[in-house]
């Protein structure tokens, strides 16, 4: 737009027929329309961002660089960079180009008055951009959504969630109103995450043939809503006994929604007879199992379609066991497989698990530690060796080890601070004698200094394996012998390590640095921290956006499923909610006023490459 590109066209279907609409904020009076009503079939996402940037919407925030003519999404960088100008306050703000100019000229008095003159004046034309509307009219809704389907579903403008969403909606009417009320039903619960794809997907693994999205286009409408209560009845089972029976109080700690729409298939399906213990053993250990060997971290579709046949087909939980290669197999959790797995790790779940089996107390109140309290009562996760006094002798993936974290309320994190465990530790024992072994924290003294932080890591290792894997029997099912061969990691002993170089004191004048290490082989290459920044922000804008990594360009088109970006031996994935999480940890936690690696970067990768999630990086 401000190039004066052609940027697509919108197309409305005018109909007077009654259409299913999302419930709105504010609900008005139902009287009918005095002109016949226009809905949007195509253009949805190019009016929704630009109606966010004019309406200053946080999550569309857009601001403008004078110097680089680059947009991008704000962030803390460019809030400190004074050539980045809100593109809102051009557009709405009151300030004429003269004021906005003699400001920013103050500021950047290298950039003359003429040439920010005409820049801003480009944006602020944005404001007469001609869009190309085509009205259809007179024509049913199946036909109309039809429409929609085709036009969106060239390119990449809309997720094939929300296409599935749009063809059950026009072949169902009134269903969105009903995943309203379920998202609703389990917020409440603590299930967040229990959203408009979660719910569709879960839908379509029971009510379609094939069970993919794209089978809602021939699902008959009365096997949508027995599809619909399958779903109901078996999230409703599903949610109990991950709270009643696997002590996970809320959709935060899990590492995967997608691995619950499986367990949710096989519930809906299932009879009303009474579940017996090796039933509900079997079903929470295959979920553990999909979450450790990350079953879910790459094709979602394919492998969701997998497991909901091997179900439907009658092959049952002994189908799903053997799609994710753990029948027969006993699972078990190594000190090995614990190296640089950190707070974004399936073992993050595990941990908290096994501590709440060994009801660990909270280090202050000395209650039962459980996530979602208030106020003080919140459970975090402490340091156990605080940063502080580490930062200057370890790696950030070894501080931020998931050996060295402990559950404990926000009160105890503040009070312990960036106190030695050789100082707090005497303290807690004082208060509670079993305060350190309920947490899985070796108890021996030698251990608590910086000096020896090493080998405190390697014990504490030890013990949350040994925990770990006593949680994994507890739900081993009678048919999986103790001594069955254990199921392997395929990520164990790879790690990879991302982090933020600079050696100013802006984090995007520098580096980010990934190092990936697979069967004892190291691998490292670098990108502008700018350049990485600007990569996640178009894909954040709904631009199909690439990046170069050891010469490789790596292209990835606007709202893909999920972001791969290939990392020597690994092919590292997430969503992109995953990696803005990580960027943004890294972003906070680089190291800035240092010195850019001096070392060369290692050659292009060649060689076979491991699915790896961006959430198990440090």
Known sequence: MYRGYPSGSILLWETEAAVDERAAAIQGPNAEPMVKPQYLLDGQQRL???????????SARVVFNVETERFQIESAATKKDPRWLSVH??????????????????????????????????????NDYPYHVEIVENLEYEQVTDIFVRVNSKGTSLKAVDLALATLSARWPGVIRLLEEEMDRWKGERYRHVDFPFLTRSLAAIANDPPTLKGFTGTP?????????????????AITLLKQNADIPTSDLLPSMNALVPLVTYLGYRGDDPMGADETSSLLYWLLGAFLLQRFSGSIET?????????????????????LGIFGVRLAVTEEQLVGRGATSPYFLLSYVAARRAKAKDWWYGTEITVGGKGGFSIEYHHVHPRATLSKDYAKAEINDLANLAFVSAKANRKISDRSPADYFPELLAAEPQALESHLVPEAEELRTANRFRDFLTARRRLLAHAMTDVLDHWRPASTDAAA?????????????????SETYDPLDGIVLFEATKDGVQWSASVSAAEFDRFLSDLASGLASDIVIAGERIPVEADAPAVQIPVGPLLVTGSLDDWQKVWEREYEEGTIGGKLPTGPESQPWTGDRIVFSVLVSE
């Open 48 to 58: 929704t961002s630009l109606h966010r940037v004019y309406a200053n919407h946080e």
């Open 89 to 126: 306050d051009v557009l709405k703000g009151a300030d004429g180009v003269y004021a906005l100019v003699t400001k920013l000229h103050e500021r950047l008095p290298d950039l003359s008055p003429d040439l920010l003159s005409k820049r801003i004046e480009r944006v602020r034309k944005i």
């Open 221 to 237: 409408v009365e096997a949508l809503k027995e599809g619909w209560d399958r779903t109901r009845k078996g999230l409703e089972h």
């Open 303 to 323: 492998v969701i379609a997998q497991d909901a046949s091997a179900i439907r087909s009658g092959a049952g939980i002994e189908g799903l066991q053997k799609n």
């Open 485 to 501: 061969p254990a199921a392997t990691d395929p990520t164990s002993g790879d790690a990879l390590s991302i982090s933020v170089v």
